[in-house]
């Protein structure tokens, strides 16, 4: 299966995150390596995903210039 991109409305910068798509969109998403100190990744990663399910449908992937790049499932 090939990646998919969605197109952000604003320039944000480079980096892994986790996304929340809703009716084709990005609605949210939470870089995964802003995780405060004092938290476990482990609990960082529930709770943002979480969060994000929320909103739609959660996906990993990139941020690139302009767009946000799911993993291939």
Same mark, same amino acid.
């Given at each position: 299966?090939?990646?998919?991109?969605?197109?952000?409305?604003?320039?944000?910068?480079?980096?892994?995150?986790?996304?929340?798509? $809703?009716?084709? +969109?990005?609605?949210?998403?939470?870089?995964?390596?802003?995780?405060? !100190?004092?938290?476990?990744?482990?609990?960082?990663?529930?709770?943002? $995903?979480? $969060?994000?399910?929320?909103?739609?449908?959660?996906?990993?992937? +990139?941020?690139? !210039?302009?767009?946000?790049?799911?993993?291939?499932?």
């Amino acid at each position: 299966m090939s990646a998919q991109s969605f197109p952000l409305p604003l320039p944000f910068p480079s980096g892994k995150v986790w996304a929340a798509i $809703r009716h084709g +969109e990005v609605a949210d998403m939470v870089y995964m390596d802003r995780c405060p !100190p004092d938290v476990p990744f482990h609990s960082y990663r529930h709770l943002s $995903r979480a $969060r994000l399910a929320k909103v739609g449908t959660v996906k990993a992937g +990139e941020v690139v !210039p302009g767009a946000f790049i799911a993993r291939a499932d």
